[in-house]
C-alpha cells in the first residue's frame, strides 16, 4: 500500500463513530511518488503516533486549520488535518521573520532558542555484517540499495560534518555582534593504563579536584576530594556538602542501605558482569514539597569495552560499563507540608520504573569523565548501547576539567553534556500531576539525608 492509503485506512476507522466527524486534507505534489510498502507494522503506540512516524520518513508534514466561534458553546466547529510534502501548501504566517535567541530573552514576538537537527542514514543490513545478501523480505523505500556497514559510517560521518558545518557556520541572527565557530575537537589527553590487567579500585591524590558540566547555562559542580581511608574516599562538592564513595564499587555510602550498590565492582576488566540489590529510603526536597519513600532496586552491570573518548576535560582511555536497574518507589510520606497537595491515599501510591546509566571510566583519573543515564517506565523503551547518546530523553554529565597528580586537563566548557530535551520518563500511563504516582515518577531518585 502507498503511506497515503494506509493513512486513510486508519482514518476510516474514525468516521461514524458517534458526533465525531473526523476531517482530513491531503496536499501533495505527486501521490505516486511514494513507493509501494510491502509491509507496515503498528506496535504498541497510538494511531497517531504511528501516522506522524510513517509521515516522517515519508517526508510528509501535517497541521490543523480550525474553523468556527470559540466564543458559542452551541457549534463544535471544524478541525481539519492537512498532511502535505510541499511549500505551496501553506499559507503566509502572522509573523513571516523568526528570531534566534538565547533561552530566557523576554521578546514581544515568538522566537527560537533551540535548534534540532536529525539525520537517518537506513540498510536492511544485519548488524554485525559488513556486506548484505538478497532476502525476500520487506524492501527499502524509494530504491534505496544495501550498503556495506564500513560504507555507511562513512557516509554517517560526512553527514554530520556537513550538517554542523550548515548549522554552526550559517549566518548569525540579526543584530548580533560575534559570528558562530566550529569548536575544535579536543587536544588534552591523558597517559592510558595497562590494558592488558585489571583496573584496580581508585587510589586519587588528596587535593585532587574534578568538575562536571552537565549542560550550556547549568552551573558546573566540583568535587574535591578531602581525605581518604582504606575503604572510602571522601568530597567536598562545592566547597560545603559532603560526598562519600566505597572505593570497592564507586557507590555512594549510606549506612541506612541494606544490602550493596555496585557501581564499578573492582578489580575490573573487560567482560566483567555483575549483580546488586539493596533497600533505602529515598528522599526528594524542593521548596515546594518534602518528602520521604521506600525504594528498592535490581541492577546487572557490565564492563563493555575499552574506548577512547572525547569530553570537555579532553581526550581519554576508558572502561565503558552499562548499567541497567530495575527499581520500586511506594509508600511516600510528606515530612514538610509544602504548597503541594497531593491526592489519593499515599500507602497505596507504587510505582515501577527502570533507569539506563552507561559510565565511561578513566583509570587514570581515577573517576567517570562521563555518565548517561534514562529513566523509562517500560523495559521496551530501553535504548540500546550503540544509540545512547542520539537519544533525546538522555541525561549527559562530562567532566569539565581536572587537576591532581601534577596533570591539569581543561580543553573548552563544554563538549557533550546536555539535560534531556524532555524530563517526563517515557513508558508510563498517564497521570495527573497532582498525584504521587506522578511525583514518583518525575523525580529522581535520591538517599534520603541523616536524620
Not at 465525531?20 to 505516486?32: H, K, S, T
Request: hydrophobic fraction near 40%; charged fraction near 25%; aromatic fraction near 8%.
Amino acid at each position: 500500500m502507498l503511506p497515503l492509503d494506509i493513512t486513510e485506512a486508519v482514518f476510516a476507522d474514525y468516521q461514524s463513530q458517534g458526533r465525531l466527524m473526523p476531517q482530513w486534507r491531503i496536499d501533495v505534489a505527486d501521490r505516486e511518488v511514494f513507493a509501494r510498502r510491502s509491509l507496515c507494522t503498528q506496535f504498541n503506540e497510538t494511531d497517531l503516533a504511528f501516522l506522524q512516524r510513517l509521515w516522517a520518513e515519508e517526508g510528509l508534514f501535517s497541521w490543523f486549520e480550525h474553523q468556527g466561534d470559540p466564543s458559542d458553546p452551541r457549534t463544535l466547529g471544524a478541525h481539519t488535518l492537512v498532511i502535505a510534502d510541499h511549500n505551496g501548501a501553506f499559507a503566509p504566517n502572522a509573523q513571516p521573520r523568526i528570531r534566534y535567541t538565547q533561552p530566557g530573552a523576554v521578546l514581544k514576538e515568538d522566537s527560537i532558542i533551540r535548534w534540532h537537527g536529525h539525520r537517518q542514514v537506513r540498510s536492511s543490513c544485519r548488524r554485525g555484517t559488513t556486506a548484505c545478501a538478497p532476502h525476500d523480505g520487506p524492501q527499502l523505500p524509494h530504491g534505496q540499495r544495501d550498503m556495506p556497514l564500513i560504507t555507511l559510517a562513512r557516509l554517517h560521518a560526512t553527514l554530520i560534518a556537513l550538517t554542523l558545518g550548515a548549522i554552526l557556520c550559517a549566518p548569525a541572527y540579526a543584530g548580533a555582534k560575534s559570528k558562530p565557530h566550529i569548536a575544535q575537537s579536543p587536544t588534552c589527553s591523558v597517559v592510558a593504563w595497562d590494558e592488558h590487567k585489571p583496573v584496580p579500585a581508585p587510589a586519587p591524590l588528596q587535593g585532587s579536584i574534578w568538575t562536571y558540566i552537565a549542560g550550556q547555562g547549568i552551573a558546573p559542580t566540583h568535587l574535591t576530594l578531602t581525605r581518604t581511608t582504606k575503604d572510602e574516599n571522601v568530597y567536598v562538592i562545592d566547597g560545603n556538602g559532603e560526598l562519600v564513595e566505597v572505593a570497592a564499587t564507586y557507590a555512594v555510602h549510606n549506612p541506612s542501605r541494606k544490602g550493596q550498590m555496585a557501581l564499578i565492582r573492582f578489580p575490573a576488566k573487560v567482560g566483567d558482569s555483575w549483580e546488586d540489590a539493596f533497600e533505602e529510603e529515598g528522599e526528594f526536597r524542593s521548596r515546594y514539597e518534602h518528602y520521604r519513600y521506600d525504594y528498592e532496586e535490581k541492577a546487572h552491570s557490565k564492563v563493555l569495552g575499552i574506548e577512547t573518548i572525547d569530553v570537555a576535560a579532553g581526550r581519554f582511555r576508558v572502561l565503558h560499563i552499562v548499567r541497567e536497574a530495575g527499581w520500586i518507589k511506594s509508600n511516600p510520606r510528606v515530612l514538610t507540608p509544602g504548597t503541594i497537595e497531593r491526592n489519593g491515599d499515599a500507602k497505596d501510591a507504587r510505582v515501577v520504573g527502570w533507569t539506563i546509566t552507561h559510565f565511561w571510566y578513566a583509570p587514570t583519573l581515577g573517576r567517570a569523565v562521563m555518565k548517561a543515564s534514562m529513566r523509562v517506565g517500560d523495559p521496551l523503551y530501553i535504548p540500546d548501547s550503540a544509540s545512547i547518546l542520539n537519544m533525546a530523553r538522555i541525561a549527559i554529565v562530562e567532566l569539565q576539567s581536572y587537576e591532581g597528580d601534577g596533570k591539569r586537563c581543561a580543553d573548552k566548557p563544554i563538549w557533550q553534556a546536555r539535560p534531556p530535551e524532555s524530563h517526563m520518563p517515557i513508558g508510563y500511563p498517564l497521570a495527573f500531576n497532582d498525584t504521587w504516582e506522578w511525583a514518583l515518577q518525575m523525580h529522581e531518585h535520591r538517599p534520603g539525608r541523616p536524620e
